[in-house]
Structures are given as structure tokens and as C-alpha cells.
């Protein structure tokens, strides 16, 4: 039974940094694609961050170079730096894992699994 956690979301104010953490159990994180998709209300779902078991790491462009993720396959936790805040990163932040491509390219429902998601506010 996969599971994913996440914690790390609240509220903060532009220009400021959050950090996001999933942990995931019932799977080895190795195995899976994992990433981390944001949802704004009457937007669609997208992909931010996109972790590839061999490939390396896929950015989306609106938070390349304020994003970073990164996996800890030893504690099987996915996590998601957050810096520079922008009030239109606001939304619901969700882990996802076992999606393709393995890109943020991905659709906004492509994952197998998802986090409960964790709300991020930037004023």
C-alpha cells in the first residue's frame, strides 16, 4: 500500500522560502518517478518538479532557479526548496510518484500516487 506524506506548506510572505517534504512508504522510492505538482483554484493541476530514477531532475520554467528538488533514496523522502516566493506560487502543493514522462511535461493527473497535498500561501 503506497503512501505518500507531505508536510512543509503554510504561509509566507514574498520573497521568502519554504520547504516541502514527502515521505513515502509501501514502496522504494528508487523505483518510481516522484515529483511535485501545484494546483491553483480554475487552474489545471502542473507538474513544478519531476525526480527521474536515472535521469536527473526536470524543473518547470516559471521556478527554475528558485526551485530545487531532490530525493533521498535511503529515507525515501522527495523534497521541493522553495526560494524568491512569488504570491503566484500560491496554491496546493502535492507529491506525486509513478507518473510519465517523467518530466514536468506530465499532465496534471498523470501520477499513480498522490499526497494529500499541503497549502502554500505567498502575500
Known amino acids: 500500500h503506497v503512501q505518500l506524506v507531505e508536510s512543509g506548506g503554510g504561509s509566507v510572505q514574498a520573497g521568502g522560502s519554504l520547504t516541502l517534504s514527502c515521505v513515502a512508504t509501501g514502496y522504494t522510492a528508487t523505483r518510481f518517478c516522484m515529483g511535485w505538482f501545484r494546483q491553483v483554484p480554475g487552474k489545471q493541476r502542473e507538474a513544478v518538479a519531476a525526480v527521474h530514477p536515472h535521469e536527473g531532475v526536470s524543473i518547470a520554467p516559471s521556478v527554475k532557479g528558485r526551485f530545487t528538488a531532490s530525493k533521498d533514496d535511503a529515507k525515501n523522502t522527495l523534497t521541493l526548496r522553495m526560494e524568491m516566493l512569488k504570491p503566484e506560487d500560491s496554491g496546493e502543493y502535492f507529491c506525486?510518484?509513478?507518473?510519465?514522462?517523467?518530466?514536468?511535461?506530465?499532465?496534471?493527473?498523470?501520477?499513480?500516487?498522490w499526497g494529500q497535498g499541503t497549502q502554500v500561501t505567498v502575500s
Open positions: 506525486a510518484a509513478a507518473f510519465s514522462p517523467c518530466t514536468v511535461a506530465a499532465a496534471g493527473d498523470a501520477a499513480g500516487y
